[in-house]
């Protein structure tokens, strides 16, 4: 005892990496017969596969398709079809692994994050939920702000409305440079805000509903546009070269991320080991599909450079002389916003939810509705935030530091699934005398695919020959080679990534190459939120912490 009150710097960080190297066990996965309906402490399950794919398509569907395929498209012509057929078949990458784990898991919120808590360590998993929430935190403050802007534009479709509402409701209006002020957007966030915590059927019938409008009038562009395409617009099709079109998927992933959205819904799907896989890989699919389609009939319709940037579908039917479509994809924004919104803040709910129960955070995030099983508290906090971002800043400027978190917690999924299917994550006796454990091997593995992605995509970001680009790819191939034969990988229960571990580790290979492409203000947040969120987990969370916590299995 003397030695540690007469050295407590040692004690200090002893007690911090043990527990920063903890790890939540690995609980089998609940049967659809041994969950919890409408009584106890969890939360209900009341959501089907057709609810999964609809939440799956409401996260997605939204900007993607009203906002960034005309700011994409100014730089890659018609190409753009190309960076989201990229974007795509990265997330399909990213998908699978999403599927395997969700199968895998017991029933429980925390995606992610509770991925990262099992397979590697409590300090990990904290780092991916940190980074994460930024990026849902900003990003439902902007969609708040552009819904509310579409809210208005449709108003000002009655003639008595048309100009006259101040542009401090819903439009947004500068003051003193650095804030923005928006009166619509909060307003919007409360009463989604309201519909969460009433309860997720509730929340689901509205996201249901919108979710089948918006992709209902997004077909009906679909094929009155494929009427009006003239293939003379289709070329150049690269106008800019084959670096802008993969600089445009490093833009358009994000519109797919809304598959993430289906692995937090765990805790309240009836069969979630059966219908969270194909609600994650069913989800993304219809996304690729309608993408795809909108990209070609809009780059189609008229030539790229006249594709209007804030609303590019609207603004090609209006080039047509086809009004009445330009005011049904309005009303078609204003749904796909809505849901885009309403899952982002459920999603970011669980979440907390998660970390409240396992001690990372304070308790009162973990508390439900004794009535309604939602956890109110975190539903309240998060729709808090959104409303104070989005009713005093003007968001779009730290739009740039977006999805690092998204890009980085993807990676570390597809990690999770190799780490999870090694057969023994400790070293055996018969390996006692090795320098270095088998699992710290595969560990070293994994990150030297990572940055080996990140290499790359720096070469090739700043334009060096493209040989250059080759070595980190070689590097890539010898390091996953590595983990395919110097590993024992176990067969999952239910859903299973195929071409474990070449699939993941090209997964995070893509994702760290991707990471690369981002603005140079994302690589310093990600740096300064790491350091703050080591602060709160030094200071709070090593002590409140536990990993055994059935988290609400």
Not at 125 to 149: E, K, N, P, W
Not at 250 to 274: C, H, L, M, W
Not at 464 to 486: E, G, K, Q
Not at 518 to 532: D, G, K, M, Q, T
Request: hydrophobic share 50%.
């Amino acid at each position: 005892m003397t030695s540690l009150s007469s050295s407590p710097n040692p004690s200090f960080c002893s007690r911090f990496w043990s527990s920063a190297l903890r790890s939540k066990p690995l609980a089998p996965p609940s049967g659809g017969g041994a969950v919890r309906t409408n009584s106890g402490e969890g939360l209900v399950r009341r959501l089907g596969l057709l609810d999964l794919i609809l939440i799956g398509i409401g996260a997605s569907i939204g900007a993607g398709i009203f906002v960034v395929t005309g700011t994409v498209a100014h730089d890659a012509g018609p190409g753009v079809t190309i960076s989201f057929i990229i974007a795509g078949i990265s997330c399909v990458l990213n998908a699978l692994c999403y599927a395997e784990l969700a199968s895998r898991f017991p029933a429980v919120v925390g995606g992610a994050y509770l991925y990262t808590y099992s397979a590697f360590n409590e300090l990990t998993a904290f780092l991916v939920f940190t980074q994460l929430m930024l990026d849902y935190h900003i990003g439902a403050a902007s969609i708040a702000r552009s819904l509310a802007s579409y809210v208005i534009t449709v108003l000002e479709l009655i003639p008595s409305l048309k100009d006259t509402i101040p542009s401090w409701v819903g439009h947004g209006q500068e003051v003193l440079g650095a804030l923005s002020i928006n009166i619509l957007a909060p307003v919007i966030l409360v009463l989604l805000t309201l519909v969460l915590c009433r309860g997720v059927k509730e929340s689901s019938i509205l996201n249901s509903i919108m979710t089948v409008i918006k992709v209902l009038i997004v077909l009906f562009v679909i094929i009155v546009g494929a009427f009006k395409v003239d293939v003379s617009n289709w070329s150049p099709f690269a106008p800019n070269g084959p670096k802008s079109i993969l600089t445009g998927a490093t833009i358009v992933f994000f519109a797919y991320v809304g598959f993430d959205a289906v692995a937090n819904s765990a805790e309240e799907s009836k069969r979630p080991q059966r219908d969270l896989p194909l609600g994650i890989i069913g989800s993304l699919a219809v996304c690729i599909v309608l993408y795809i389609s909108v990209c070609l009939v809009i780059t189609g319709m008229i030539p790229y450079k006249n594709i209007g940037e804030e609303a590019p579908l609207a603004k090609a039917f209006t080039a047509k002389g086809m009004n009445y479509v330009s005011v049904l994809i309005s009303f078609g924004a204003v749904a796909g916003l809505t849901t885009t919104l309403l899952v982002g803040l459920y999603v970011q709910s669980r979440l907390y939810l998660g970390l409240g129960r396992d001690g990372l955070l304070p308790a009162i995030f973990a508390k439900l509705h004794p009535k309604r099983h939602t956890p109110i508290h975190s539903q309240v906090w998060v729709g808090l935030i959104a409303s104070v971002l989005a009713g005093l800043l003007n968001v779009r400027v730290l739009s740039h530091i977006l999805s690092v978190g998204s890009l980085t917690g993807y990676s570390v999924v597809s990690a999770c699934v190799v780490a999870i299917r090694w057969k023994d994550k400790t070293p055996s006796t018969q390996a006692s005398n090795r320098r270095i454990s088998t699992r710290a091997e595969g560990i070293i593995c994994l990150l030297a695919v990572a940055f080996s992605g990140f290499a790359g995509g720096l070469i090739f970001r700043f334009g060096a020959s493209f040989l250059f680009v080759i070595i980190p790819s070689v590097f890539a191939i010898f390091s996953a080679a590595a983990l395919h034969l110097r590993h024992v990988y176990t067969d999952p229960p239910g859903f299973s990534c195929p071409g474990v571990p070449l699939i993941p580790s090209l997964s995070i290979f893509v994702n760290m190459f991707l990471f690369a492409q981002i603005h140079y203000e994302a690589w310093v947040r990600f740096v300064v939120l790491s350091i703050v969120t080591l602060g709160i987990y030094a200071f709070y969370g090593q002590f409140h912490a536990n990993p055994n916590t059935a988290n609400g299995v």
